[in-house]
Structures are given as structure tokens and as C-alpha cells.
């Protein structure tokens, strides 16, 4: 999902902040209660065939997460630190235990890389502070760690780079195949993963808070529909990240749109031309090192004209044949990493976008409980209040809509029966 960059004035310190209580719709909780227990061991987790377990305590782990991906960048000024307590905090209170973030700023306001090879220290140390409150909460992260979209440079600054630095370069899509832009790309990766933690003083490869990392945010390469180019990628980009990190699960952060692999499922795609944007879900997920499937859901904009209706049908027949690929190809669990339904043009409700929300919610706990398949759901997106500037129109805040609150939460409660 393309999203803004935050209009926030930058601070040049990044002073821990102290804990804060939080009375969230009645139910009293405080930030003290949600912190685990010091002898409790934070075991990392890790696949098992098409389901995760976490290592040390071999139970299984379900993914029941959020998006809320500014939190690095909040992080990095006092001023709105205080939301990503809170954004952590309130998720935590409902239940949820994985949060989905970036891990990248690419050039441009609060960038992490300011050039190649270049960090910014004052950003890295805000990343640290989102892995460490995370962990303090018993929050798992899916760090991604760059992006397709142009916000927040992505794919696009690397192009630029590249440019300035004299590289010949036609396209976008040269990301995905130029020896330059990839050296620049396993540079930062390099840089993040190897990193230490200066809060926990833990490298992040070693930290079992971090539950996968994503190689890229909703990668397209339209420029090859074969998807040759785009599979290279994935393939040694994997084998690079594994090559540094081999503890934590990996995923490719692809929207699941089928390919030229499996021409008979070209039909569940949205619409034709999603399955000619260089991405193939099955052939991508084969690739050696991809722990997680992952699969995105926007039927609001993929399928602008249709009925209340037609969306659940979607999400359904969306959903089942990925489980099902997931489950019965790939043997993999499936990671819905973003879906939402936006309320801004007023087409939608909350009521309609709950019931969006728990047919998806539905389509997995189904299919777990038959014992098929492990993974989760991610929600795009949850926040704070006192974030609303950055709602893009699928933005959840707790104490505005208490309904939903309660639907997340009596989803957490059926996870763990």
C-alpha cells in the first residue's frame, strides 16, 4: 500500500520516554501489565513445514498483526515518540502480536539511508527504539526493508542514486537488475541486519523480536511480465539476507497476483492486468530462502464498481485459493500482510468494513483449525490517536471505533483456544 510521508518537524534527540499508562474503551490495562515477564524467555520463532511454532516452546504461533508503518520515522522525533508507545501499547491491549513497520527511508525527510551506504545515526537509533518497545510489549515486528512505491524513496531513489552516480539507467524497474542498485540495496540490508541494537545492545539478526523480514513492499517489475526479472531478484536477494541472517523468517511482500507459471489461475486475479506486472505468486514463492507466502487484499480498489457482495465473494475465493496454494504447492504458511477497507470516499461504512474485516479473519481461522495451515492476518492499519493526519482512509483508532476494538480482540481470544 503507497502511503504519506509524516508531516512532523524533526528533533535531533531521541530521549527514551517513561511509561505511560493506558485505560483503552473501559478496559484498564497499563503499560506495566503488558510488559513479559522478566524470566520468561523471548523465543524466536520459526517455520515448521506450513505452520510457525516459537522455538524454544514448541507452541504453535499465529500471526494476529497490524500495519502501522511510520513508526520508525515518528520514533526519530521527541515530539510524536510518544504515538509509537502508544500504537504498540493499544495493539498489545487487543490482543495483537505481530506489528508490520518500514525499515527503510530512502533520501528525503527523516531518511534511515541519506545516500548509498550513508545512515543517518539519529534515524537508526529511533529504529531501535520501535524493536525495543516491541519487545517490551511482546510485539513481534515484519521489518520490511524497502519499498516498490515511491514514498519513502523506495525503488525509485535508488533509480536516482544510480543517475548521479553516472549508472545508465532507463526504468524504475532497473532496481531489480542493475549490479549497481542491487550492491546499494545489499549494502543497507547488510547495514540493518547486522545492526546493534544501542536500547537492547542485541544485532537485530539475533533478536528474536523481529519475526521475518520483507524484502519489498508490493514489488512490481511491468517491464518484464514474464517475471524473470523480478524472480533473479527475489531469488538472490533471499539468498543474501539468509547468507547474514539464518535465525529469522523471510517473505518477498508480494500483493499474490498469479503469473505466467499457472495460467489457469490467471482468473483470480482482480482484473487482466495484475497478472502482467512481472509477479507470480506460486513461482515466487518457490524460490529458495522464502519462509512466508505472502498475499495482500484491497478489494475496494481492485474492484472499484462492485457490490458489498461481490467483495466478500472476492475476499473469499481470494483467500481460499491462496490457502490453498500456500498449504498444498508451496507447503508454506500464509502471511495476509495487508488488508483494509477505506472509509474515505464515504462508498464505505465501518459497519460494511468490520464485516469485510471478519470475513478474512474467518477464511484463515477456518482453515487453521482444520490444522491446514499456520501464517496470519495483518490489518492495514491501526493508530493511535492523535495520528489521524496520516490516515489514509483505512486508519482504525481504538477509541474511535470500539466495535472494532472488540471484534480484534474476541478474534485474539478464538486464536487461542
Given at each position: 500500500?503507497?502511503?504519506?510521508?509524516?508531516?512532523?518537524?524533526?528533533?535531533?534527540?531521541?530521549?527514551?520516554?517513561?511509561?505511560?499508562?493506558?485505560?483503552?474503551?473501559?478496559?484498564?490495562s497499563?503499560?506495566?501489565?503488558?510488559?513479559?515477564?522478566?524470566?520468561?524467555?523471548?523465543?524466536?520463532?520459526?517455520?515448521?513445514g506450513?505452520?510457525?511454532?516459537?522455538?524454544?516452546?514448541?507452541?504453535?504461533?499465529?500471526?494476529?498483526?497490524?500495519?502501522?508503518?511510520?513508526?520508525?520515522?515518528?520514533?526519530?522525533?521527541?515530539?510524536?515518540?510518544?504515538?509509537?508507545?502508544?500504537?504498540?501499547?493499544?495493539?498489545?491491549?487487543?490482543?495483537?502480536?505481530?506489528?508490520?513497520?518500514?525499515?527503510?527511508?530512502?533520501?528525503?525527510?527523516?531518511?534511515?539511508?541519506?545516500?548509498?551506504?550513508?545512515?543517518?545515526?539519529?534515524?537508526?537509533?529511533?529504529?531501535?527504539?520501535?524493536?525495543?518497545?516491541?519487545?517490551?510489549?511482546?510485539m513481534?515486528?515484519?521489518?520490511?526493508?524497502?519499498?516498490?512505491?515511491?514514498?519513502?524513496?523506495?525503488?525509485?531513489?535508488?533509480?536516482?542514486?544510480?543517475?548521479?552516480?553516472?549508472?545508465?539507467l532507463?526504468?524504475?524497474?532497473?532496481?531489480?537488475?542493475?549490479p549497481?542498485?542491487?550492491?546499494?540495496?545489499?549494502?543497507?540490508?547488510?547495514?540493518v541486519?547486522?545492526?546493534?541494537?544501542?536500547?537492547?545492545?542485541?544485532?537485530?539478526?539475533?533478536?528474536?523480536?523481529?519475526?521475518?523480514?520483507e524484502?519489498?513492499?508490493?514489488?512490481?517489475?511491468p517491464?518484464?511480465?514474464?517475471?524473470?526479472?523480478?524472480?533473479?531478484?527475489?531469488?538472490?536477494?533471499?539468498?543474501?539476507?539468509?547468507?547474514?541472517?539464518?535465525?529469522?523468517?523471510?517473505?518477498?511482500?508480494?500483493?499474490?497476483?498469479?503469473?505466467?507459471?499457472?495460467?489457469?489461475?490467471?482468473?483470480?486475479?482482480?482484473?487482466?492486468?495484475?497478472?502482467?506486472?512481472?509477479?507470480?505468486?506460486?513461482?515466487?514463492?518457490?524460490?529458495?530462502?522464502?519462509?512466508?507466502?505472502?498475499?495482500?487484499?484491497?478489494?475496494?480498489?481492485?474492484?472499484?464498481?462492485?457490490?458489498?457482495?461481490?467483495?466478500?465473494?472476492?475476499?473469499?475465493?481470494?483467500?481460499?485459493?491462496?490457502?490453498?496454494?500456500?498449504?498444498?504447492?508451496?507447503?508454506?504458511?500464509?502471511?495476509?500482510?495487508?488488508?483494509?477497507?477505506?472509509?474515505?470516499?464515504?462508498?464505505?461504512?465501518n459497519?460494511f468494513?468490520?464485516?469485510?474485516?471478519?470475513?478474512?479473519?474467518?477464511?484463515?481461522?477456518?482453515?487453521?483449525?482444520?490444522?491446514?495451515?499456520?501464517?496470519?492476518?495483518?490489518?492495514?492499519?491501526?493508530?493511535?490517536?492523535?495520528?489521524?493526519?496520516?490516515?489514509?482512509?483505512?486508519?482504525?483508532?481504538?477509541?474511535?471505533?470500539?466495535?472494532?476494538f472488540?471484534?480484534?480482540?474476541?478474534?485474539?481470544?478464538?486464536?487461542e483456544?
Open positions: 500500500m503507497m502511503c504519506p510521508a509524516p508531516a512532523t518537524a524533526r528533533s535531533t534527540t531521541t530521549p527514551r520516554i517513561p511509561l505511560l499508562p493506558y485505560v483503552l474503551l473501559g478496559l484498564a497499563t503499560v506495566m501489565s503488558l510488559e513479559p515477564d522478566a524470566e520468561e524467555e523471548w523465543a524466536a520463532v520459526e517455520r515448521r506450513a505452520h510457525l511454532v516459537t522455538r524454544a516452546a514448541e507452541r504453535p504461533f499465529i500471526i494476529h498483526g497490524f500495519n502501522t508503518y511510520w513508526l520508525m520515522s515518528f520514533a526519530a522525533d521527541e515530539a510524536t515518540r510518544p504515538r509509537v508507545t502508544a500504537a504498540i501499547a493499544e495493539a498489545a491491549g487487543a490482543g495483537l502480536n505481530v506489528c508490520r513497520t518500514w525499515a527503510f527511508a530512502d533520501g528525503g525527510y527523516h531518511a534511515l539511508q541519506t545516500a548509498p551506504f550513508c545512515y543517518d545515526e539519529v534515524v537508526f537509533q529511533a529504529l531501535d527504539f520501535v524493536v525495543s518497545e516491541a519487545r517490551r510489549y511482546k513481534r515486528l515484519i521489518l520490511s526493508l524497502c519499498n516498490n512505491w515511491e514514498d519513502y524513496g523506495g525503488k525509485a531513489q535508488y533509480v536516482r542514486w544510480g543517475k548521479e552516480a553516472g549508472v545508465d532507463t526504468s524504475d524497474d532497473d532496481f531489480f537488475s542493475d549497481t542498485l542491487k550492491g546499494y540495496y545489499k549494502a543497507f540490508v547488510e547495514a541486519l547486522s545492526r546493534i541494537n544501542t536500547i537492547t545492545n542485541e544485532a537485530y539478526k539475533d533478536d528474536p523480536t523481529i519475526l521475518a523480514w524484502l519489498i513492499n508490493e514489488p512490481r517489475c517491464s518484464d511480465p514474464s517475471g524473470d526479472t523480478l524472480q533473479a531478484w527475489i531469488e538472490e536477494m533471499a539468498s543474501y539476507v539468509k547468507s547474514i541472517d539464518t535465525m529469522h523468517l523471510v517473505e518477498i511482500g508480494i500483493e499474490g497476483y498469479y503469473g505466467p507459471s499457472t495460467p489457469e489461475l490467471l482468473l483470480v486475479n482482480p482484473d487482466d492486468y495484475s497478472g502482467h506486472v512481472g509477479t507470480d505468486f506460486i513461482r515466487n514463492h518457490q524460490a529458495m530462502g522464502i519462509d512466508l507466502a505472502s498475499v495482500h487484499i484491497y478489494s475496494d480498489t481492485w474492484l472499484p464498481d462492485s457490490t458489498e457482495e461481490s467483495h466478500v465473494q472476492f475476499v473469499n475465493t481470494w483467500m481460499q485459493q491462496h490457502i490453498d496454494d500456500a498449504a498444498n504447492l508451496l507447503g508454506m504458511p500464509i502471511v495476509i500482510g495487508e488488508f483494509g477497507l477505506s472509509l474515505k470516499d464515504g462508498k464505505f461504512e459497519e468494513r468490520e464485516t469485510f474485516m471478519q470475513t478474512v479473519y474467518n477464511n484463515f481461522l477456518g482453515s487453521w483449525e482444520s490444522g491446514m495451515i499456520g501464517g496470519g492476518c495483518l490489518l492495514w492499519q491501526l493508530f493511535p490517536e492523535g495520528a489521524e493526519h496520516m490516515d489514509d482512509g483505512y486508519a482504525v483508532i481504538f477509541v474511535k471505533s470500539p466495535s472494532t472488540n471484534l480484534l480482540a474476541n478474534h485474539s481470544r478464538k486464536l483456544c
